[in-house]
């Protein structure tokens, strides 16, 4: 049944009206007050939480001079730091893109057990903070954790090596690719 079958017929509109197409939402029939408010009080978190930091870190790495800051990123130190990040990223984000894509396609194209599951694992990092993942992975594969013993009797180093940093970037960074993708695929 359409929705033109199901309206009553006293749902006509009077001769020679035509239908308001551009009906007023209700956000626009808020008083301007609360509109400002609203509008104004985001505007001042974005700038105290995201602006002002950056700002400052700007402020703060050019504060003696583009030469200084040229310099101190052509420091050994930098230029190792910008090494391992690159390395991360150019492992951890091909990963996410192959098991987030993945899951989000069983989660959209299949019925299956545990599918509520494989939905709440990848929400987990948003729920779980940083701080909390660090100190799982930290019990997991620490020298006193569950399979610490293990790894140092086979000199497999996680904690505070580039195994470590890829598997906590990857776990962080995951749920971003599986989200983006589960409502293209549905």
């Known amino acids: 049944m359409s929705f033109s079958e199901a309206r009553p017929a006293d749902w006509t509109l009077p001769k020679g009206a035509a239908p308001d197409t551009h009906a007023r939402s209700h956000a626009r029939t808020d008083p301007f007050w609360v509109r400002a408010l609203l509008i104004g009080t985001t505007l001042v978190f974005a700038g105290l939480f995201l602006v002002l930091p950056l700002a400052t870190v700007f402020i703060e790495a050019f504060r003696k001079g583009v030469g200084v800051y040229l310099a101190a990123i052509r420091e050994p130190a930098a230029l190792a730091a910008i090494r391992l990040t690159l390395l991360v990223a150019a492992i951890s984000v091909p990963v996410n893109a192959v098991?987030?894509?993945?899951?989000?396609?069983?989660?959209?194209?299949?019925?299956?057990?545990?599918?509520s599951f494989l939905i709440t694992a990848i929400d987990l990092p948003f729920a779980v903070s940083p701080v909390v993942s660090g100190l799982i992975f930290v019990l997991l594969f620490g020298a006193q954790g569950v399979l610490g013993p293990f790894l140092q009797e086979h000199g497999i180093h996680i904690i505070f090596a580039v195994p470590g940093i890829v598997i906590a970037t990857t776990f962080i960074t995951f749920p971003f690719v599986a989200r983006e993708l589960i409502p293209i695929m549905e």
Do not use: N
Request: glycine share 12%.
């Open 99 to 115: 098991f987030g894509a993945a899951a989000a396609w069983a989660i959209t194209k299949f019925d299956f057990h545990g599918k």
